[in-house]
């Protein structure tokens, strides 16, 4: 899930306002509330522990984003400490200051930040990380929307010298469901997000294939919830719903929406 200064918020809820344009559809925003009630929302949805998810769009924005995500977790019960990084002189740097001044979950975009994720000015960062062993969500599918450098094979790059990187990849890694898949059955530290995916927002645009769900039920150390909340369009039980009608089972239900992210983001 995300929270962003409000500036940053707003600019991110300014695109879905457009979204036909962009996606071909509506997406209206369902939590589009002022903080204080997004987070009276979780805590009556029982979320006991989220991070705020920050990701730059462009250079030198990532390290502001580290320090307000700090402060913001720091004043918020059940936030954890999150941050990012874009590929630019520095980044190696204050992704070590990140680490070392608590953070616990790094995000990255591909599409929204237009880079590459091979970048040489990265691959200090992803050693960092793997180092670390801190959990770094990366949206690198190609949905809803492509980018210059989404799909599987930029980021699998990226796993091929960081091997023992702890990565979340967003969304299932739709609309390239398979071969993100074959990512997390191939490195023991890759992990899928179940954010957005199978509910019928998601369906209607990029169906999870139903012979994949054997291969999603195999991996249940591996599979951790996620949501996009505030960002969804539709309530947020629908994602828990739709991940229930998947009948993979309660033993796997438990992991993934709650045994993997309380061992992923840690005491």
Not at 80 to 90: A, I, M, R
Not at 201 to 225: K, Q
């Amino acid at each position: 899930m995300h929270f962003l200064p409000d500036q940053v918020m707003n600019a991110v809820w300014a695109y879905f306002d457009q979204a036909e344009k962009h996606y071909g559809t509506a997406w209206p925003v369902n939590y589009r509330t002022p903080v204080a009630d997004r987070l009276a929302t979780l805590d009556a949805l029982g979320v006991r522990q989220f991070p705020a998810l920050v990701y730059p769009h462009k250079p030198d924005m990532a390290a502001w984003l580290n320090a307000w995500a700090r402060e913001f977790a720091a004043e918020t019960p059940g936030c954890v400490p999150s941050g990012t990084f874009y590929p630019e002189p520095g980044a190696s740097q204050y992704v070590k200051e990140a680490l070392e001044l608590g953070t616990r979950i790094f995000k990255v975009h591909v599409q929204v930040g237009d880079y590459d994720p091979r970048d040489e000015e990265l691959d200090s960062v992803w050693g960092q990380l793997a180092e670390a062993g801190v959990p770094v969500v990366v949206h690198c599918g190609s949905g809803p929307i492509p980018g210059r450098h989404t799909g599987p094979g930029p980021f699998g790059e990226v796993l091929r010298n960081h091997p023992r990187l702890t990565a979340v990849i967003a969304h299932l890694g739709m609309p390239e469901y398979e071969e993100h898949l074959r990512l997390a059955e191939s490195y023991p530290n890759v992990h899928l997000d179940t954010t957005m995916a199978c509910t019928p927002f998601t369906e209607a645009m990029m169906p999870f294939p139903r012979e994949l769900r054997a291969r999603l039920g195999a991996l249940p150390d591996r599979i951790v919830l996620g949501s996009d909340f505030p960002n969804i369009p539709y309530e947020y039980a629908v994602q828990l719903e739709s991940l229930e009608r998947l009948e993979l089972g309660d033993e796997w239900l438990r992991a993934v929406c709650w045994d993997n992210g309380v061992r992923l983001l840690g005491e």
